[in-house]
């Protein structure tokens, strides 16, 4: 069974840029969150996406947006990006009866 | 809105030692509540959970026991490795809400255990 995968693995941006994170789901998992990590804190909820529609966002402004694809990979879309966007982006999903959700490794963004 | 507490780190022990690190919350409905660990230069793993009030999650001999009336998930283990060095997670589920994937983290704790 594979986990949750994400790419890349690293990424440097300049303020301004837009920016596009990977993610694919655990085999069997339709069910896909994001979460933003800054450094020295824990995870927070960006949204999740469930038959590729967004049901669930958290505070973040609408420059965050995602996508999720018929076979349930995602992905997370940054546009303007500016200093404060330097972090982990972990992608976490889960199967529609479970309530657990798996991590992927992150993507670690650093926005110069 | 819903929120997790966790105790202030970091936490060093020698190896060997009794680990408690505390963990409250404050939730609308009936949470589920989850331990997760992050290794250095890794995503989250899920270490426990438990769905409901007096449930006790364990694994790997960490243990935490869902108690409703102090609103609490306390982490316990009773002999720490080095290996256990990590930052340590509380979140809860709130299975209320629209979006029942959404967990609410705490905001961590580095433990770092001495040979």
Same mark, same amino acid.
């Given at each position: 069974?594979?986990?949750?995968?994400?790419? *890349?693995?690293?990424?440097?941006?300049?303020?301004?840029?837009?920016?596009?994170?990977?993610?694919?789901? @655990?085999?069997?998992?339709?069910?896909?969150?994001?979460?933003?990590?800054?450094? +020295?804190?824990? *995870?927070?909820?960006?949204? @999740? $996406?469930? #038959? !590729?529609?967004?049901?669930?966002?958290?505070?973040?402004?609408?420059?965050?947006?995602?996508?999720?694809? *018929?076979? $349930?990979?995602? !992905?997370?879309?940054?546009?303007?990006?500016?200093?404060?966007?330097?972090?982990?982006?972990?992608?976490?999903?889960? +199967?529609?009866?479970?309530?657990?959700?798996?991590?992927? *490794?992150?993507? #670690?963004?650093?926005?110069? | 809105?819903?929120?997790?507490?966790?105790?202030? /780190?970091?936490?060093?022990?020698?190896?060997? %030692?009794?680990?408690?690190?505390?963990?409250?919350?404050? %939730?609308?409905?009936?949470?589920?509540?989850?331990?997760?660990?992050?290794?250095?230069?890794?995503?989250?793993?899920?270490?426990?959970?438990?769905?409901? %009030?007096?449930?006790? /999650?364990?694994?790997?001999?960490?243990?935490?026991?869902?108690?409703?009336?102090?609103?609490?998930?306390?982490?316990?283990?009773?002999?720490?490795?080095?290996?256990?060095?990590?930052?340590?997670?509380?979140?809860?589920?709130?299975?209320?809400? /629209? %979006?029942?994937?959404?967990?609410?983290? /705490?905001?961590?704790?580095?433990?770092?255990?001495?040979?």
């Amino acid at each position: 069974e594979t986990g949750v995968t994400q790419s *890349p693995t690293h990424l440097i941006k300049t303020r301004g840029q837009q920016v596009t994170l990977r993610c694919s789901s @655990q085999s069997g998992h339709n069910t896909v969150s994001w979460y933003q990590q800054a450094l +020295g804190q824990g *995870p927070q909820f960006i949204f @999740q $996406y469930y #038959r !590729e529609e967004e049901n669930g966002r958290g505070n973040f402004p609408p420059r965050f947006s995602g996508l999720q694809f *018929p076979n $349930y990979s995602s !992905e997370l879309n940054v546009n303007a990006l500016e200093l404060d966007d330097s972090a982990l982006y972990l992608c976490a999903s889960r +199967g529609t009866t479970q309530e657990t959700q798996y991590f992927g *490794p992150g993507t #670690r963004l650093l926005v110069l | 809105g819903d929120s997790v507490t966790q105790m202030e /780190g970091p936490v060093t022990l020698s190896e060997e %030692a009794f680990l408690t690190i505390n963990c409250t919350y404050t %939730a609308t409905g009936y949470p589920s509540l989850f331990w997760y660990v992050q290794y250095p230069g890794e995503g989250l793993q899920l270490l426990l959970k438990a769905t409901k %009030a007096d449930d006790k /999650g364990s694994n790997k001999g960490f243990e935490a026991t869902y108690r409703k009336e102090t609103t609490s998930f306390h982490l316990e283990k009773g002999s720490v490795q080095v290996s256990d060095s990590a930052v340590y997670f509380c979140a809860l589920s709130d299975k209320s809400t /629209g %979006a029942n994937s959404k967990l609410t983290f /705490g905001k961590g704790i580095t433990l770092s255990v001495r040979p």
